[in-house]
């Protein structure tokens, strides 16, 4: 194991994508899933805060903090969606969202020649918003708070675009 890995921040971030591979498992809004969900959400804000404090942010840990959320976005998608109900429009639109994405880390990986996901304020803020939609639909339906966080993510997405082609 690298040792870039054995700071506090990525072994945090470590149990992050540990607690979200775990998310399949359990049965979804059950107090399992809860627990993992808020495990995973307070172990992504808690892996900046102690890279900051012990000074050891490194170009590694943030890759592996994108790659955990990845991995955490992933996961909820894959298991919270399906027994939604969501409509075709909106299934579109996270299509785009998505091959917007992707688009930004293959035109880093071919022009740039490396893995570029910045850590802007409005990823951080769809992080956020995306963290928070399974709660939101407990009570509203999905397509008000869909709305607001595909709105988020798909300028996120453009502005994410354009950082990674000036860089």
């Known amino acids: 194991m690298g040792r870039r890995f054995k700071h506090p921040a990525n072994i945090i971030t470590s149990f992050r994508i540990a607690a979200s591979l775990a998310?399949?498992?359990?049965?979804?809004f059950g107090i399992p899933f809860w627990i993992l969900y808020g495990f995973s959400g307070v172990t992504d804000i808690a892996d900046g805060y102690v890279a900051?404090?012990?000074r050891s942010e490194s170009r590694?840990?943030?890759?592996?903090?994108?790659i955990a959320d990845l991995v955490f976005v992933a996961?909820?998608?894959v298991k919270i969606l399906p027994g939604i109900g969501i409509e075709r429009w909106l299934w579109l639109w996270l299509a785009v969202i998505v091959l917007l994405k992707l688009a930004n880390i293959a035109y880093g990986l071919v022009f740039k020649h490396r893995l570029?996901?910045?850590?802007?304020f409005a990823n951080k803020l769809t992080g956020g918003l995306l963290f928070?939609?399974?709660m939101a639909i407990q009570w509203i339906p999905v397509t008000v708070?869909?709305?607001i966080v595909c709105s988020v993510a798909t300028f996120a997405a453009v502005q994410e675009g354009r950082f990674i082609k000036m860089e």
């Open 145 to 147: 708070p869909a709305i």
């Open 116 to 120: 570029i996901m910045p850590h802007t």
């Open 23 to 28: 998310i399949p498992f359990v049965q979804v």
């Open 75 to 77: 996961v909820c998608l």
């Open 60 to 66: 590694g840990g943030a890759m592996l903090d994108s």
């Open 52 to 54: 900051r404090k012990t």
């Open 132 to 134: 928070l939609l399974p």
